[in-house]
T-cell receptor, first 114, second 113 residues
């Protein structure tokens, strides 16, 4: 079955700790994205990558970091510098290296930082 | 920056009723997308629209890409309890200086059996 997997589903961390969220896809998609979702708001773009070893900041990149060492993997690290890290994090992917193709989403990871 | 105004914010309807929701913007989009999200899950693509004026159906769902390219609507006919969820519109801009997917704030749909 082709798809996007995110793990874990729920993640709890203490304030001041870095945490890495996993995103893997076996759709052979070139582009991958990370979004953050807060209650009552639309999705906001954190980072995106259109090819391996290259990535770009989105609208709210501060306090986050990513890597793209493999086509199928795009992990997101939430650092201690992120002021409000508690949120629902969604990974997406799309075919091709431009923005013209539809994005498909994973099931999400809910991060709670106390 | 670009914004999408999605309405209504929420709808509480009886099973069997038809539903209509829409998104408007001051910006022009190349593509309009409609997603459905259930609690604790990622958005699932329902319909993609690629041309101004395009009308596309997916079962009981029908969506249209507005002629001005600044709006889109989604209709659900004969609603059923499993239609419950949050419906998001998203506008895709590409090919120029700005490339991005912009999301509306969602319409919460509750269906009473």
């Amino acid at each position: 079955d082709g798809g996007i997997t995110q793990s874990p589903k729920y993640l709890f961390r203490k304030e001041g700790q870095n945490v890495t969220l996993s995103c893997e896809q076996n759709l052979n998609h070139d582009a991958m994205y990370w979004y953050r979702q807060d209650p009552g708001q639309g999705l906001r773009l954190i980072y995106y990558s259109q090819i391996v070893n290259d990535f770009q900041k989105g609208d709210i990149a501060e306090g986050y970091s990513v890597s793209r060492e493999k086509k199928e993997s795009f992990p997101l690290t939430v650092t201690s510098a992120q002021k409000n890290p508690t949120a629902f994090y969604l990974c997406a992917s799309s075919m091709g290296t431009g923005w013209s193709t539809v994005q498909y989403f994973g099931p999400g990871t809910r991060l709670t930082v106390t | 920056g670009q914004q999408l105004n999605q309405s209504p914010q929420s709808m509480f309807i009886q099973e069997g009723e038809d539903v209509s929701m829409n998104c408007t913007s001051s910006s022009i989009f190349n593509t309009w997308l409609w997603y459905k999200q259930e609690p604790g899950e990622g958005p699932v693509l329902l319909i993609a629209l690629y041309k101004a004026g395009e009308l596309t159906s997916n079962g009981r769902l029908t969506a249209q890409f507005g002629i001005t390219r600044k709006d889109s609507f989604l209709n659900i006919s004969a609603s059923i309890p499993s239609d419950v969820g949050i419906y998001f519109c998203a506008g895709l801009i590409y090919g120029g200086a700005t490339n991005k997917l912009i999301f509306g704030t969602g319409t919460l749909l509750a269906v009473q059996p």
